[in-house]
């Protein structure tokens, strides 16, 4: 089991590797296919906790990013998160959002001065931050949409986001200032939580990520389409940790992930007699897809089998592998109500041919299915 | 003496404010009218340019009609667009809400069978007030890191009647930059004064124009 967790640590931080400013994991109010926008539960917000980051300053046509912001929960117990919701006062291109525990990202007396806090603005490569590292230590907290003033995520009645006890919330930045001079600008994150009993649904991840991308070049300087996919089958897993026969789970959340040569991402479940119902789907997006609630959530109706696919336009003269900031991705992380955290990588990547489209396919096989119960007392 | 002085001094006070008048509108006959020169909202296709940016190369293309933008399109009448988190919406330019502006985007895309490559976009729309002689009028735009193709150059020009205020080029790729100018009037331009604004060579990127405004008469 050790090597297990470390396994999915892994996987799950591989997912959601950084990538500079451009990864965007976190939830929204839009869904894909599967839902409405993710306005979950009752219209009212009930404020819990309240937290102003500090002021930002930007000069006239400054655009920044490096720049971490945190808040110390000081939470004893866990927190049960149903809605958040970010104001900000302009400029915020976007930013992502992290749980993850107060000694992750303490302050770097070297670097930032003996007063530095644990709670306050710095910069991230000062404490070695990461959304790879925050993801894999605790996870994914929120998402702003680009450029947006204000924006609710919530997740439907009963289901909410397990915070564990002394937990930071860190957030990776990037501001870009339009007006025609300085700019000072904060943004104020409200949580509402619920008490434990009155939680149906604890959310766990589960997460893919293609290892194997080989993303053909541009002919001629004639970008390349393609796209390249993986698919696992999920009933081992729910056997062998959970004990049960059959897959049976929600999706309530989506983070799709790749770089500026993805520009699309579809989730589905496929059936045993291959039959597709998918999940979430983004096309036409270049760069930068963010997660999105799925409301009402979305039920496996017995399918075994999880599909991800990427499609990508390939504009360079070389064949783009996964990698960060020149390099591709195609990952997804989805919150489920199954009681497992999965992680699986794409291997062994085969050249399919052309489909109808022109479109070059590829497909991975399913690496080893890695999970474990997450709550072990709710089999 | 006495007389003479008065005299020279009611003449001083009769000449000064028109002196100061000629000042402040250089030559102009109207007061300057500081103000927006721009409706992003505005903005169509334009043929214009021709001697300011050359003929468009025979690769040139640009898809002008919005794609997958059933949700957003027809942009609403003199309003800016919000787009969701995950927008399917494939638009060359757009009125895009941003922060508190309305921007003009110019969204580009690589060539597919549904989304052509759109690298040479000429844009028109009357000017919105009057230019007077030594007026200061500002341009500021925008273009986010550019990637494609490389090598390459990407330029934005934007054109007042007969003069190219702002002629910008870059080789890609290249980070962000907010190209901007304060051009100074050297004659009248009346309302209405046909206005271009012009990206070629992109790739998939975003190129705005964030404002164009008569700045204020700059104060000693």
Redo the contacts between chains.
Sequence with gaps: MPMRLIALSTILGLLLIACGESSTPGF???A?AGGNAGGGGSGEFTTTLSHTYEPQMLER?E?TSDVCQSWVLGNEEPLYVRKVRQTNE??WHHSNWFFVPEATYRPNEQLEGPDAQLEGTWRCSDRGFSEYIAAAAGGVFFAQ???A?DELQAFPDGAALEIPPRSVIVGSTHLLN???GPLETAMTMEVEAVPAEEVQIRLTPFSFFIDDLAIPPAVD???T?SRTSMMCDLTESFQELLGKDEVDYNIYYVLGHYH?WG?AFNLSFVQEDGSVQTVFD?????GE??G?IIDPPMNNRGAPRLRSECGF?N??DETLRRGFQYGEMCDFLAYTDSNLKIGASGVNNQAMGVDE??IAVFETDCGPVIGFPAYPDER | MVGGDMLSRSFAALCLPLVLCSCSSSGGSVASNPGPLVDNTQWFPSNKGEEFFGPPPDDSACELTP??CEEYFPWPEGECVQF???????AAYVPE?????T?LAVYT?????R?PLCNWLTLEQPSLRAIRAGDRV?V?A?HSQL????PGEAHIAFVIGDEQVLDYSVTIPTD?E?P?VVWAAPKDYPGGTPLLFHVDNH??NEY?L??V?VLPEARE
């Design positions: 929204s109010e839009t894909g046509a655009e302009g400029g949409s680009t450029q003033l339009i007006t025609a300087g004639v970008p389409r500026q520009s983004i096309k036409n997006k270049i897809p963010i999105s336009i504009n360079t489209d022109g | 794609i997958d969701g988190p995950n927008p399917s919406c494939v809400c941003l922060d508190s502006f921007v895309r690589m060539r597919d069978d989304v500002e500021r925008r990637t494609a193709p490389v962000f907010f901007d790739g998939q705005m964030i404002e405004n």
